[in-house]
């Protein structure tokens, strides 16, 4: 299967997301029509779907993206809110995992997030101490 590319969309103008965020204020309930047929989503894709609608409810712009994307490594300091270099030294000491292409990084979209779950519980831990 080819792999799909992020999809980036931009906030929904402020009256279309105030409208969405008052129907998702009632209820998390979601109807999808495919094909002009009801589709009862399992609890993982509605869950997925509710988050999107919650977000572009607040005014966020959204990509949508596999969590196996291969990103470079610019892509990859820009998910994770950190600077390019450190992401480098985070490749290089291993500690997020990196392929190669040719000379180039490309590094998984769900090892980033992993590394980023790690830091913030290790950040929670150090709280508590």
């Given at each position: ?53 919650h ?15 291969l ?42 997030l ?16």
């Amino acid at each position: 299967m080819a792999q799909l590319k992020p999809r980036t969309t931009d906030a929904l103008p402020e009256a279309e997301a105030r409208r969405l965020a008052r129907a998702l204020g009632e209820s998390d309930d979601v109807t999808v029509f495919v094909n002009g047929t009801t589709v009862k989503l399992p609890a993982q894709a509605r869950d997925a779907v509710v988050d999107v609608l919650h977000r572009l409810a607040q005014g966020d712009a959204l990509m949508v993206s596999s969590a196996e994307a291969l990103l470079n490594t610019s892509q990859a300091a820009e998910v994770a809110g950190i600077s390019l270099t450190y992401m480098r030294k985070l490749t290089d000491a291993g500690t997020i995992p990196v392929e190669y292409r040719g000379t180039h990084r490309r590094i998984r979209l769900r090892d980033v997030l992993a590394w980023l779950e790690s830091r913030e519980q290790r950040e929670q831990k150090a709280a508590r101490a």
